[in-house]
């Protein structure tokens, strides 16, 4: 392997945390590999987030073109292919973000590479690249490795890889021409559409009651209304209450919902799909209620009880009440 | 408008007790196969467009023999058509493999929009949809909601982090992978079941798709799984442990020592 690049995501002119993550994992690799490192920002106005990268990584690529201001990902597959053409075997590596989604796959193929997406897990071992990640509701874990290993594409999952920024490196910068072109593409960002408000502020309560798809698709509403109430906190849920319009998306928990930092979550028939428990990471007690022992949510709550949540919220309810007097 | 959807028949693992079966997949004889859920809405979605804007759904599955049922069941949601593409040499495909098939399906039956679901539960790969795509050289989209039609463009939002959106718009023919939630995906009569139930649904084998075994299967793979597991047991969570009124009442206990009672 002769070269690990990381592509450096951006998002309204700032480079997004999923960068460094990629970074730190993409330093690992290039280490164990004996690669060089490489970052590459593709984008508009550069300077300034070049600028940033190159204090962290030693040999940054840069190309400026408007066409790659909203990170579309028909400008990015235009464009890496022919910055990659003639630098040999490569192993590139970027953040697993709803924007990487829409890039990596196509990417893949016109790159001629294999694709791993969210992979928690990146290891060398005798110079044979494979990587870890997970499978079957995110309940097994799956390390695979690639057939061609010259051409390997990774997208990592948020928060697996730990970072600090040093800015210790004085990265030399390559400009390269955009490979753009015209600049004519079948896909155009329109503008961003902010976040629904409502009349429950999720983000700062202290008190959580979350509900997901254990409560069936007829949930009796009104039992974890009336549980919250009595905690003194808020309803949130995950995303299937959302999909089925059991609550308005504003209460939707988890990295495409809201991050949260309660002093308590209360998780009931919750399986904690990653993209969930990204967005509960700051709580510092999170307990669950979820009928199926091997749930995911369990690996990260300090409390649970293995039973269906109507049998344990009724009860808990009426505890809480005692407790309170 | 003609419109292709492609599913996946998935199992059933969200609330299933799993068993890793010869150190490289699970044990799936058990388990319960389904539509993938997020191309439920994939249907639907192609459904409602066709109502309004006229033209042709077919549906189409790379899927063992069994899965005729989901087939069947899409017609019965509104599909027209729906064909059953399976060999046994695509045993072992990954996500490359399944799409390049998929893609040689399309090339012979043009279409206006491809739509698929951005994940599936049993691989998490989130995957064939841009590669299937890239393969058929149209542009693509994933996390797809409120997709409209306007002079033969398609304008739709993209989920991106935090509850914040974009708002793309597309040239046809394209392909979307739709996000969950986006539509209600509508309840299926005995009648509507009926209806279909002689309908003829085509089976496509490799030679039909104009691809040869080296292409397919683990060997047209590009990744291979090395070793799959469970997560070691006893990470995590302390269980509490009795009956429900018990596990409640120390439940309770906790909460009020944390702070989780105002």
Redesign the interface.
Known sequence: MKNVFVLAEH?KQHLRDTTWEALAAGRKAAAELGADLTCILLGSNTDGMAEILSKECGKVLVADDPGFE?FN??AF?KALPAILKDRGPFLLVMGN???V??????????LD??????CFGLEVVDGKV?AT????????????????ADRIVLTLRAGAFPYTLSGAESGAREKVASPLGDGV????????????QGDVDVASA??IVSIG??IGDEPDMDVFQSLAD????VLACS??I????FLP??H?VG?????VKP??Y?ALGI?GAFQHVGGIKGS??I??VN????API??????????DVY??VP??E???K???G | MDIIVCLKWT?D???A??A?AGGKD?KKDDLDYDLNEWDRFAIEEAVQIKEKAGGKVTVVSVAPEEAEEMLRESLARGADEAFHVWDETFEGSD??AT?RILANFIKERPCDLVLTG?LA???????????L???LD??????VSKIELADGKI?F???????????????LP?LLAVA??LN?PRFVSIRAVRKVANMEIPVLELSDVGLEASQVGAEG???????????PEG??????TGS??E???R??????E?????
């Open positions: 998002r909203t990902s028909e597959m973000s709803n924007s989604l829409d890039l990596a796959p196509g990417l893949s193929v016109v590479a294999a694709l791993a997406t969210d494979t990640r997970q499978m079957y509701s995110y309940k097994v874990n799956t390390t695979v490795s690639f057939k061609n593409l079948r896909k155009r960002f329109v503008g961003f559409v902010e976040a629904e202290d008190i798809r254990g009595s905690m003194g906190g995303r299937p959302v999909d089925k319009n998306k504003y939707q990295t495409s919902g809201v991050e002093k308590v209360l399986s510092p007690l307990v669950a009928k199926d022992a091997r369990f690996r990260v709550a300090q409390y649970g009880i293995v039973a049998d344990v009860a808990l009426e505890k809480i005692e407790l309170k | 199992p693992t969200s609330e007790d799993l890793i699970i996500g490359f799409a951005t539960d049993d691989d998490c790969a989130g995957q064939l949809g841009g590669m795509a890239a393969m149209i542009p693509s989209a994933t996390l304008r939002n993209r989920e991106l982090e935090g509850g914040l959106y974009e708002s793309v718009e597309m040239d394209g969950t939630g209600e793979s590009r990744i291979a799984v090395e070793t799959m597991s469970l997560p990470e995590g969570a302390e269980i509490l429900a009124e596990a409640a009442a439940l309770a206990g906790i909460l009020k944390k702070g989780g009672i105002a």
